[in-house]
């Protein structure tokens, strides 16, 4: 896949793609996802899933402009609709752009992964956005996320690891069966990177996956990793599908 990205600014990484990988969509779903960038999360997951459709919203209308110029380079434009809007703004304001509430199998982010003041804003707009978030905004992108999701539909985010009680806290009666994949950056390191996967409306508890480790001792990719970056492949976190049958004894 070939990504076109600013000069300056914020630059999608391989978060994006292991965000994508661990999306449990299939064919003919619909997926949104908030904050999208250059649509690098999007197009990774429009490669791997044959006939799902994106729509990518994304407040800044640069980079907005360059997840549509990217889904063409890549030869998913009919797949893939890029919307320039606030996922915090007003219903009537996404109504307006286009969103339509309750219709998309998934939901999924790249949230800003800092609160303001922890850290020193880039002198760049663009990448400021994309670092920093207000306080209480989280609260307002899971909203979002909620009011967007189908019924029994499916979020997944990617956040730092010292965020997970305060995504817990979020999803909490509105998603359940919440899976928690960790992203260490080496074996004997602690976890940095957190995946959060959950149900609409689900009443099921969480569950605490093994996680996946990112670098080898030396600094080269692990297998596995190489295997979600290099060869698309899918991070499986969705638990166990009941299945469908007769009940007996009543």
């Known amino acids: 896949m070939t990504v076109v990205q600013p000069r300056a600014g914020h630059r999608a990484g391989s978060d994006a793609v292991f965000l994508a990988a661990a999306v449990p969509a299939g064919a003919g779903e619909t997926v ?10 999007g197009l990774c997951l429009l490669s791997r899933v044959p006939e799902l459709t994106v729509t990518a ?4 209308p640069a980079l907005s402009a360059l997840a549509q110029d990217n889904a063409a380079k890549n030869g998913l434009a009919g797949r893939f609709t890029a919307i320039e809007a606030d996922v915090t703004a007003p219903a009537k ?9 309750e219709s998309y199998d998934h939901v999924i982010a790249n949230p800003p992964f800092y609160a303001q003041g922890a850290v020193r804003a880039a002198p760049e707009p663009s990448r400021a956005v994309a670092h920093v978030m207000a306080h209480g905004e989280l609260a307002k992108w899971v909203r979002f996320l909620t009011t967007m999701a189908a019924p029994k539909g499916r979020l997944t985010l990617i956040h730092r690891a010292d965020y997970l009680g305060e995504l817990l806290g979020q999803l909490e009666g509105r998603f359940g069966d919440v899976a928690v994949f960790p992203l260490f950056p080496k074996a004997d390191e602690p976890a940095t990177r957190i995946i959060v996967q959950g149900r609409k409306g689900s009443r099921a508890g969480s569950r605490l996956l093994r996680g996946l480790v990112l670098h ?10 190489e295997a979600v970056l290099r060869s698309g492949a899918a991070l499986p976190l969705a638990g166990p599908q009941k299945k469908k049958g007769r009940r007996f004894g009543g």
């Open 57 to 60: 919203v994304e407040i800044d």
């Open 216 to 225: 080898e001792p030396g600094g080269a990719y692990t297998a596995e990793a």
């Open 93 to 101: 304001a996404l109504r307006a752009a286009g969103l339509v509430r």
């Open 32 to 41: 949104l996802e908030a904050g999208s960038g250059v649509g690098v999360a």
